[in-house]
Structures are given as C-alpha cells and as structure tokens.
C-alpha cells in the first residue's frame, strides 16, 4: 500500500469556515497532486506541484488553494467553505511527471460535506 | 477532444464468474494506459500500465489489453471474487504537455454477488 496519508477522512462543516485538507507523503516524491471527484464522476485535477515552493492551478477551477514548503507536505485550503465544495478530495504523488511511466501513487481522500 | 469513454456503466456478476471492461479513448498523442481499482470511500490503487508497445499486461487475476491503433482497452477479471466489488477506472496519458495530463474515465462500478 502506498505511504500517502490524508486527514481528515470524513469532514462536515458549516458554510463560510475556513478548512485544511492535509496530505504527506512518506515516498520523496516531487510531484504531488489535488484531485476533486463527485460520486460516479471522472477524477478532476485542480492543483498539482513540481517540488517545493512550485504550485500550479489544474484543469477545474477551484476556490481552494495549496502550498509546497515541504517535499512530504502538500495541504489544501478553502478560506470561506460553501455547500459547493461538498465532494471527494484525493491526493496524489508520483515520482515523475504523470507522463512518463511512472504511476501516481492515491491517498484515502477526504470527503468533505458542507451544510 | 481528448476523452476516456468507459462502459458498461455498472455490472453485476456472480462470485467465480469472468467479466470484461470496456475503455474507448480518443487522447491523443498517447502516451500510456492505466486501470485503477477504487474501492468505495478509497483512493484508487493501480492495477496495470500500458505503453504504446505493450498489448496485454496481467496481475493477477486481472489481465489489460491495448489495441492502440483502435483507441480501445479492456480488463478481463478472471474468477471474480467478492473482494472484486469496486470502481475500475481507465485512464489515459497523453505526451503533449508539460505536465503529462491525465484523463480519466468515470469507471465501471463492478459488485460481485455471493
């Protein structure tokens, strides 16, 4: 099983507090990603990150941001939650771009529900 | 546009029984093929990868194939077992970007029946 761990697992809060999402892993793998996923939907990207201090938006927009001062650490923010932002956030590492061979490696998810 | 069309949506099957997944993609220029198994509530886990050379890979009971020239794979499950019951997702890398993108499919939700 991978070593990528993500906290909390379950998560339900009200509308308008501010929210982590934290995400280590334990591999030294540069790259990390975000990915948002509703129920019997495809896998969205919305952040991922070469390396510490490198962060990109992906491909669904997103009010939440991230930051990578630390190789194992990529945690995930929502200043102001909104119902909106009820869904299943998973984080990812890989040791290379996605684009090579090497896989990405998933952690639990957290699954976030706001009233 | 590039996409990853998986079907059956959903399949039951009974516990020892064989079953085939269907993925159509049309990303394009490839790069490789992956299958993931995401159990309910989980992150998925990867099943095999497949590169524009290979056409099969196994592990397991599960066994890929790639047709690269049709955009078409599948995942033959062999003696399905309870523990079988998950999403299967493809998903499609293409070599176009800087990042590598990922495209993935909506999976098949398989439940396996006692």
């Known amino acids: 099983e991978a070593d990528i761990y993500q906290t909390p697992r379950y998560l339900v809060i009200g509308t308008g507090k501010k929210i982590t999402l934290e995400c280590s892993q334990t591999?030294?793998?540069?790259?990390m990603y975000w990915y948002q996923q509703d129920p019997g939907m495809e896998l969205h990207l919305i952040h991922y990150?070469?390396?510490?201090?490198?962060?990109e938006k992906g491909d669904l927009s997103s009010e939440s941001t991230v930051s990578r001062i630390r190789t194992e650490h990529f945690p995930l923010t929502l200043e102001s939650a909104r119902p909106s932002h009820t869904s299943q956030y998973l984080c990812?590492?890989?040791?290379?771009?996605?684009?090579?061979?090497?896989?990405?490696?998933f952690g639990p998810g957290t699954r976030l529900t706001v009233l | 546009k590039n996409q990853v069309e998986q079907s059956p949506q959903s399949l039951i099957i009974l516990e020892g029984k064989n079953c085939t997944l269907q993925?159509?993609?049309?990303?394009?220029?490839?790069?490789?093929l992956r299958w993931y198994k995401q159990d309910t509530g989980r992150g998925p886990v990867s099943l095999t990868i497949?590169?524009?050379?290979?056409n099969t890979k196994s592990n397991g009971r599960y066994t890929a194939t790639l047709d690269a020239d049709t955009k078409q794979s599948s995942l033959h499950i062999t003696a399905s077992q309870l523990s079988d019951s998950a999403s299967y997702i493809c998903?499609?890398?293409?070599?176009?970007?800087?990042?590598?993108?990922?495209?993935f499919g909506r999976g098949t939700q398989l439940t396996v029946w006692p």
């Open positions: 591999m030294g793998h540069d790259k």
């Open positions: 990812a590492s890989s040791e290379e771009l996605a684009q090579t061979y090497n896989e990405q490696f």
């Open positions: 993925c159509n993609y049309t990303v394009s220029p490839f790069s490789n």
């Open positions: 497949m590169t524009f050379s290979e």
């Open positions: 990150s070469y390396g510490v201090n490198s962060t």
């Open positions: 998903v499609v890398s293409d070599r176009g970007s800087t990042l590598g993108r990922l495209y």
